[in-house]
């Protein structure tokens, strides 16, 4: 486990860029969703076995209840900047390598 703040700091500023500019959407009833996958060794992440349980088998939800949040939160007292991804119940990325970028959305759900 790493300090938020010093996870950031350790990034190469490519991927401190990416982080400060792109968003994660979590699953829709994140637990339930993820309640019939495989935990990592660790436990902080879900194996990708695309064994978690499909969207329309989950409890009613709505799209705009679920959760989209910035990669880097800013403390609203110190203005220290920090790194918190929860990888567990990660569904989409929205990735962009500047403010002013093109948004690149990673959904591991969509068949290529």
């Excluded at 996958?37 to 695309?50: K, P, Q």
Aim: net charge negative.
């Amino acid at each position: 486990m790493v300090e938020g703040s010093r996870a950031l700091e350790i990034l190469d500023e490519e991927t401190r860029n990416i982080a400060l500019n792109s968003r994660i959407e979590y699953a829709p009833h994140a637990f339930v969703w993820m309640s019939t996958a495989h935990s990592s060794r660790l436990g902080h992440l879900i194996e990708t076995e695309g064994l978690e349980r499909p969207l329309d088998d989950l409890p009613p939800w709505k799209p705009e209840h679920v959760c989209i949040y910035p990669m880097v939160w800013t403390n609203p007292v110190t203005g220290e900047k920090s790194l918190q991804v929860h990888g567990q119940g990660a569904f989409k990325l929205y990735l962009k390598k500047a403010p002013d970028a093109e948004e690149k959305v990673v959904d591991p759900q969509k068949k290529l």
